[in-house]
């Protein structure tokens, strides 16, 4: 077993093996023009094309939990985002565009690899996803950054809360020319998401992207980085329904509760250490600090007893689950909204749904849903509407 609990996987290409070179060490980049011991390998491949893949995410339970080192359960979804590159070995820049954008936008290599500027200035705003990702490629990772064009298309809704944020930066990263373990690069995607919009976002949705396995939900431990994948049980269906209000992550209070998550862990210690119950609270004076806690230490919990729940197949059990959850998240975490609410109430109330809650960190975005196959249609939420299946994660199309 790896560090992820399961096989990880590479995403370099399958190529010939080539001659081996006498080198002290034969680095990942297996495409690198110009590089100091290029000069030792007997032929050296010209930069190649890449298209990459990237599943966007739900979350069926677990909400504002990664950031506290504690427990998720995404899935990896069928929608997502196609990273096409070609690569210019004469251009000093890469051209980045989307068939979700008005804009082209245009990254200098020099100055992405080398300069030290904050990327938030970066203009159009959506190619700032893009340079923290080179970034991490070019000055962390030592990938020799080349120019060209990156075409992005995706079935995606941005601002969703189904992670097209993550999903833009996984298929730029592995179009790039990553190769390593799919935690790597959610780590690396993690920090470039950071860096490209000043929020202190978690993990979850990079390394879900990352890890998707099709058919199975993802037990992750944000602490640990590990993914145990939970089969979802036949005869369920999974629905995401966007509630029309699109959430600006960043201008959003999702850094005031990852600050009051700080706050109380400053009183109280670690919210998601193994062991730690409700009594653990009552140090916490601040009545709203509590409430955030007591959502954090629940939460975990309830993460484990879904996985519990579709393990044993009991099936109305996971759906009261994921409504309590909901309510954590109104009531305590206070990340809800009327419209959300009410969708929630909504979806209940269609023969054979099991249970809802908003997912994403909520403000807006989307409510996931899980009812018996064949309950849910578009009927009655027309246009914002997604039946998803569990799938695969980020890979290499070719
Ligand atoms: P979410 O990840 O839930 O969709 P975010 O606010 O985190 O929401 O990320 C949405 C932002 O990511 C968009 O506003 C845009 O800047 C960028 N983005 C996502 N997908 C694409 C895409 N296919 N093309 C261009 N930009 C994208
Ligand atoms: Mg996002």
């Given at each position: 077993m790896t560090k992820q609990g399961r096989k990880a996987h590479c995403y370099?290409?399958?190529r010939p093996p080539r001659?081996?070179?006498?080198?002290?060490e034969q680095s990942r980049v297996a495409f690198a023009p110009?590089?100091?011991?290029?000069?030792?390998?007997?032929s050296m491949p010209t930069p190649q094309s890449r298209v990459a893949f990237a599943p966007g995410r739900v979350n069926l339970i677990g909400e504002h939990t990664d950031y506290t080192g504690g427990l998720a359960m995404p899935i990896a979804i069928q929608l997502g985002t196609t990273a096409a590159f070609e690569p210019e070995l004469s251009s000093s820049r890469l051209e980045l565009s989307s068939d979700q954008q008005a804009t082209t936008g245009y990254l200098d290599l020099q100055f992405i690899a080398k300069s030290t500027t904050d990327?938030?200035?970066?203009?159009?705003?959506?190619?700032r996803y893009a340079a923290g990702v080179a970034r991490q490629l070019w000055v962390q990772k030592r990938l020799e950054p080349v120019g060209g064009r990156i075409r992005i298309s995706s079935t995606l809704p941005q601002?969703?809360?189904?992670s097209s944020s993550a999903a833009l930066e996984l298929s730029i990263g592995i179009a790039l020319g990553f190769e390593g373990e799919p935690v790597e690069l959610a780590l690396a995607c993690q920090r470039a998401e950071q860096l490209a919009t000043g929020v202190p976002c978690g993990v979850m949705d990079q390394l879900a992207s990352a890890t998707g396995v099709a058919g199975c939900a993802l037990m992750m431990d944000c602490a640990r980085l590990s993914i145990d994948p939970v089969p979802i049980p036949d005869g369920i269906e999974i629905a995401v329904i966007h509630s029309?209000?699109?959430?600006k992550l960043s201008s959003s209070a999702y850094a005031l509760r990852r600050a009051e998550c700080e706050q109380a862990q400053n009183v109280i210690?670690?919210?998601?250490?193994?062991?730690?119950?409700?009594?653990?609270?009552?140090?916490?004076?601040d009545p709203v600090l509590k409430r955030r806690a007591r959502h954090v230490v629940t939460e975990n919990r309830r993460v484990a007893e879904l996985a519990q729940a579709l393990k044993s197949g009991d099936l109305a059990l996971a759906g009261r689950i994921m409504l309590a959850s909901h309510k954590s998240l109104a009531q305590?975490?206070?990340?809800?909204?009327p419209v959300l609410d009410a969708m929630v109430e909504k979806a209940m109330a269609i023969?054979?749904?099991?249970g809802a809650r908003l997912t994403g960190?909520?403000?807006?975005g989307c409510i996931v849903v899980i009812a018996?196959?064949?309950?849910?249609?578009?009927?009655?939420?027309p246009g914002k509407f997604f039946a998803v299946q569990p799938s695969q994660g980020a890979r290499l199309l070719s």
């Open positions: 370099g290409p399958s001659p081996k070179p006498n080198l002290p110009g590089r100091a011991n290029s000069d030792a390998l007997p990327l938030p200035a970066i203009r159009p705003g959506w190619i601002g969703a809360g189904l029309g209000q699109t959430r210690g670690p919210l998601s250490r193994p062991g730690i119950t409700e009594s653990d609270l009552s140090d916490l004076t305590d975490f206070e990340v809800s909204t023969p054979g749904t099991l960190a909520g403000f807006g018996m196959s064949g309950s849910l249609d578009n009927s009655s939420f």
